[in-house]
């Protein structure tokens, strides 16, 4: 069974940073988009960036450029997001999902299981 | 950008309802729209992809429909485990996303 499961949960100082991991298991890793998607405290969903490990190019939103940093490891399916100059507002939980592609539509259809990365001094 | 926005921010339902939320996106994206679901402290998950197409294993109670900018999902016979947030998400400017505001679904 495909799965994706991220590292455990992180307590940072505000200025520091971050990197969670997102390991997948049970397909071809390579093959797919990994994409990151955060959750602050009772908010929506925000999309930050993914990466297509086969071409290692990873694409940012333009809230996240500069400050954040994603990247794979196809020898261990392995994804990674690095969050730098953490900030309080950076308090979250941060997933990771796959995308789907089919046809030329595009959908998140596998999701890990989520890391709570609190930013507190 | 491409803004999407959701309406009702939230509802207030019953077991058995028909239930129905809107998503506009700010421009047309097509039918490039999915829609999630998430119940409190779990991940989202996938009901639509590409406006109506259900994904497997979810309910067929689940419907979505739409195009262009204007999007609607629309849950059927309301169950208690339907009580969650929804989202919409467009994928029109792949490899970009954006999600909706989010719209919650709770106990009348």
């Known amino acids: 069974q495909v799965q994706l499961v991220q590292s455990g949960a992180e307590v940072k100082k505000p200025g520091s940073s971050v990197k969670v991991s997102c390991k997948a298991s049970g397909d071809t890793f390579s093959d797919y988009v990994i994409t990151w998607v955060r959750q602050a405290p009772g908010q929506g969903l925000e999309w930050m960036g993914g990466?297509?490990?086969?071409?290692?190019?990873?694409h940012y939103a333009q809230n996240f450029q500069g400050r954040v940093t994603i990247t794979a490891d196809e020898s261990t399916s392995t994804a990674y997001m690095e969050l730098g100059s953490l900030r309080s507002e950076d308090t979250a939980i941060y997933y990771c999902?796959?995308?789907?592609?089919?046809?030329?539509?595009?959908?998140?259809?596998?999701w890990g299981q989520g890391t709570l990365v609190t930013v507190s001094s | 950008d491409i803004q999407m926005s959701q309406s009702p921010s939230s509802l207030s339902a019953s077991v058995g309802d028909r239930v129905t939320i809107t998503c506009r996106a700010s421009?047309?994206?097509?039918?490039?729209l999915n829609w999630y679901q998430q119940n409190p402290g779990k991940a989202p998950k996938l009901l639509i992809y590409?406006?109506?197409n259900l994904q497997s294993g979810v309910p067929s109670r689940f419907s979505g429909s739409g195009s262009g900018t204007d999007f609607t999902l629309t849950i059927n016979t309301l169950q208690p485990e339907d009580f969650a947030t929804y989202y919409c998400q467009q994928s029109y400017s792949t490899p970009q996303f954006t999600f909706g505001p989010g719209t919650k679904v709770d106990i009348k």
């Open positions: 421009q047309s994206i097509g039918i490039y």
């Open positions: 999902a796959r995308v789907m592609r089919e046809s030329a539509t595009r959908y998140f259809d596998l």
């Open positions: 590409a406006a109506s």
């Open positions: 990466i297509l490990p086969i071409f290692n190019s990873p």
